[in-house]
Structures are given as C-alpha cells and as structure tokens.
C-alpha cells in the first residue's frame, strides 16, 4: 500500500498525541519550518528544524501541563494537507483549560514534514492550499 501525505501527517499527530514531541522527530524534515501568525498566537514566530519545533512545544510546556492537538479531517489538496484541529491546554499553576480551533496546511518533502502553515479558517487555509498548487 501506498503512503499518501495525509497518512504521513496522520502520523505525526499520533505521535503527538501523548505529549511526546521526540516521538514526532522522525517525521520531521531537518528544513522544518513552522510559523505562528500574530492573529493566532500570544508569541507569534518562526520555528526551523527538529530543534526550533522542540523549542514551541517548550514553550507551551513552561506555562502549560497539558497541550493537544485534536485533529478532524486530513484533507488533501493536490501535494498539501489541510487539518483543520482544536488546540487544547491547561495551565500548570491555574489548572484552567482552554481551546483554541486552527486549521493547519502541511507540506511534505522527502516523505517527511516539511512546513506547516497556521490559519484561523478552513476557507482560508483551503484557499491559501490551492493557490499555493498553482505556483
């Protein structure tokens, strides 16, 4: 059987999905680069490779003893995969939790993570995933 990028990407938010961001490494591209637009984070900035996407789980984990990322759909969009997610986290000191909905778009190299973009919607991302299969 054939892996697809969505299968791929799947795998990574299993690997996540007890908090252990070494198990996502080796799915993860040495040119890995992810960024968190201002309108969706408190922190908003750019992270390269294994060790810049340890450095945003660290700094969720200063403040936090609970981060998921709950995915709904993996959806693609020609090489790209859209996961539209909840976001959610409790606070280490306060215990308050939160939610915070973002719809990811994945991009794949090599078979491995590649760039992740951060939208807000679904239409948006969708949008920016097919423009992006036109260049």
């Given amino acids: 059987m054939t892996e697809t990028n969505a299968d791929l ?37 750019t992270y390269r490779g294994p060790g810049g996407l340890r450095r945003y789980f660290e700094s969720f ?8 990322f709950e995915p709904e759909d993996f959806i693609e969009v020609g090489e790209r995969v859209v996961v539209p997610s909840t976001l959610r986290t409790r606070g280490r000191t306060t215990g308050i939790e939160t939610s915070q909905r973002v719809v990811q778009i994945w991009d794949i190299k ?3 993570a ?8 679904l239409k948006q991302a969708l949008a920016a995933a097919r423009s992006a299969e036109g260049d």
Wanted: charged fraction near 30%; glycine fraction near 6%; charge should be negative.
């Fill in 9 to 45: 990407v799947r795998q990574g938010f299993e690997a996540l999905r007890d908090g252990d961001v070494e198990a996502l490494m080796p799915l993860v591209h040495p040119e890995f680069e992810l960024t968190t637009p201002p309108n969706l984070a408190a922190e908003p900035d």
């Fill in 61 to 68: 984990y200063e403040a936090m003893d609970q981060v998921t």
């Fill in 110 to 112: 090599d078979g491995k």
């Fill in 114 to 121: 590649f760039r992740v973009e951060v939208h807000a919607t």
